[in-house]
């Protein structure tokens, strides 16, 4: 295993063999200097792609894949760069997020998806992620920022010794996650606005979706908002901007009619995922189920907590443990552990067999040496329905005497789950409903019976206020199961 100065030279390294010179910028038409061909950009993207759609899963909606992949290709062949090989897709995330990486792969969450009212919209935001990989915004943010991203993991974990133990963000994920200065968002835009409008979209309808993330995040205290919009220009400057790029190309494009689709979208969106969906695993009053596996566990009072396809991950506040569950390889018990102690350089300090909640169990106890000292890690394997699952209790020897409680207690609480309430817990999905009369949003919502509390939530939704009137046959978004 790299220990991190060796992995920091490394990298180095790789950065040293990269060739500085200078590329034609396809957009701008201008000289500038980037780390990487186009060749190795693709690369990147081809590298990254696995790794990002491994760490969000794929959005299950066949339809609604073909949809973003067909508008996108459409796209991309009026863009600055047509002979790219592009991938669109999207993932199974709640976040409302939409991003790129380089060589032509984009991406969109569906909770993004959702919140769109629209196809105008969409299109709009496509277009602008889109500029991202024509004006090689992420090969030049590579440029800035990749010395930056040496110590980047899961976001967790403060103390740089448990940072094996931690499930680090890959390339490809640090990629996704680089955010742009305003000038790259500003560029972006007005190519998102040409390229909808080629492609005969009223690009107009774009500004006003970003009006939907400010309330989002004004909503959400920004916690559930893309670090991309803190880099955007401000709604009320995209709305001028992007208003009067539109009209340009409207006219230069002659475009008299631009399409906005608001029903075909919504319609198309009808049955979408909203939220968090249980059926991934769900943590309830301290303890984590996960529906389709058919287990639960405890997880420590107030500890950060992260759940992705390939792991949980919980951490306290002050970063310096780390608990961690996956499903580990095959084999016997004894031989996994064998594995485990190989995998990180453990030595073994105790082992047993036990029984946890009727389930076979094998716990050890390891050392692993290093300069700065001695890291201790408790290992617990539990044989249930056919998977053997993994779970790391990690913390520096000196703490491991602290945290040796909370571990044990995950541990020993790992237990088949037998709720049905649990078991068939569902997802909140959009519904499209249809005004029966003229009447305002708030009536409407509540003539379809929806929570009062989550009236604001609905107009944010729907793109509206609840004083909105609304003409009969208009569709809205409701939720339901």
């Known amino acids: 295993m790299k220990t991190r100065s060796a992995y920091t030279a490394a990298l180095f390294s790789v950065i040293l063999l990269i060739t500085d010179g ?71 995330s709640p976040i409302i997020n939409a991003f790129a990486v380089p060589g032509g792969y984009v991406y969109f969450t569906r909770g993004i998806m959702a919140h769109f009212n629209n196809e105008a919209e969409f299109a709009g935001v496509l277009g602008h992620e889109i500029g991202h990989v024509t004006a090689r915004h992420s090969v030049i943010q590579q440029r800035n920022q990749i010395i930056g991203q040496l110590g980047m993991i899961a976001g967790m974990v403060f103390i740089p010794e448990l940072a094996d133990f931690a499930e680090p963000l890959s390339q490809g994920m640090q990629i996704a996650l680089l955010s742009f200065g305003r000038d790259a968002e500003r560029q972006s835009d007005e190519l998102g606005v040409e390229y909808s409008s080629r492609i005969g979209y009223d690009a107009a309808e774009m500004a006003g979706f970003f009006n939907t993330l400010e309330r989002q995040g004004a909503k959400q205290g920004a916690s559930e908002i893309p670090e991309f919009l803190s880099t955007h220009p401000s709604p009320g400057e995209r709305n001028i901007t992007v208003a009067k790029l539109a009209e340009e190309w409207k006219k230069k494009l002659d475009l008299t009619n631009p399409s906005v689709n608001r029903d075909a979208y919504l319609r198309r969106i009808d049955g979408i995922v909203l939220g968090e969906d249980p059926r991934q695993g769900f943590l309830e009053s301290n303890v984590f189920y996960h529906p389709v596996l058919k287990i639960q566990f405890t997880t420590p009072h107030d500890w950060n907590f992260q759940n992705t396809p390939q792991q949980v991950q919980m951490a306290p506040k002050a970063g310096d443990a780390l608990m961690s569950l996956t499903l580990a390889g095959g084999g016997s018990m004894e031989e996994i552990s064998g594995k485990i102690l190989e995998q990180y350089q453990l030595e073994l300090v105790d082992s047993k067999k036990e029984t946890i909640n009727g389930l076979p169990a094998f716990l050890m106890v390891a050392d692993q040496k290093q300069e700065q000292g001695t890291i201790r890690v408790l290992s617990a394997l539990i044989e249930f329905g056919g998977n053997t699952y993994s779970i790391l209790g990690v913390s520096e020897l000196s703490k491991f005497e602290q945290y040796q409680p909370a571990f044990l207690s995950t541990v020993r609480n790992f237990k ?61 978004k409701v939720i339901g199961k």
């Open 416 to 476: 088949e789950l037998k709720d049905a309430e649990k078991l068939n817990r569902k997802p909140d999905v959009v519904r499209i409903q249809t005004i029966p009369q003229r009447m305002s949003l708030e009536a409407a919502l509540t003539h379809f019976k929806m929570q009062k509390d989550r009236f604001e939530e609905l107009a944010i939704l729907n793109g509206m206020l609840l004083s909105d009137q609304l003409e009969k046959g208009t569709l809205i």
């Open 22 to 92: 200078c590329a034609i910028n396809p957009v701008t038409g201008k000289k500038q200097v980037v780390l990487m061909s186009e060749a190795q950009e693709i690369g990147m993207g081809q590298q990254s792609d696995p790794e990002i759609t491994a760490f969000f899963g794929v959005y299950e909606d066949p339809e609604l894949q073909q949809f973003i992949t067909e508008k996108g290709l459409e796209m991309a062949a009026v863009s600055h760069r047509p002979k790219l090989d592009y991938h669109f897709k999207v993932v199974d």
